[in-house]
């Protein structure tokens, strides 16, 4: 079955860097958009960070200019690289993916989420 494998989460002092990332597996042989969301304490999920098809990128605004989002399309990953991180950063990070725009539910994927935590 399709599996979003994600690696990279861990704890950092502020103003360091840090990589995410992900690769879906299970047999997809399309993804339209794939990507990043986050869940920071006591607040909704978030897109951070999105790949489309194409090569268009979405960032959160909060993040314009640190991150950044790379995809491999032959193998069906993206990489996050987040620089000079904030403590408000902090947060579970889950990657993404779904298979057209505007998808139904049967074709988003996530990942189980990993944890990034920016603190001195």
């Known amino acids: 079955q399709v599996r979003l494998v994600e690696s990279g989460g861990g704890l950092v002092r502020p103003g360091a860097s840090l990589s995410l990332s992900c690769t879906a597996t299970g047999g997809i042989l399309s993804i339209y958009t794939m990507g990043w969301y986050r869940q920071l304490p006591g607040k909704q999920r978030e897109a951070v960070a999105l790949?489309?098809?194409?090569?268009?990128?979405h960032y959160a605004d909060s993040v314009k200019g640190r991150f950044s989002i790379s995809r491999d399309t032959e193998k069906n990953s993206v990489t996050l690289r987040m620089h000079n991180l904030r403590a408000e950063d902090t947060a579970v990070y889950y990657c993404?993916?779904?298979?057209?725009?505007?998808?139904?539910?049967?074709?988003?994927?996530w990942g189980e989420g990993t944890r990034v935590t920016v603190s001195s």
């Open positions: 790949y489309t098809d194409g090569g268009y990128t």
């Open positions: 993404y993916a779904d298979l057209m725009d505007n998808p139904p539910d049967e074709y988003q994927y």
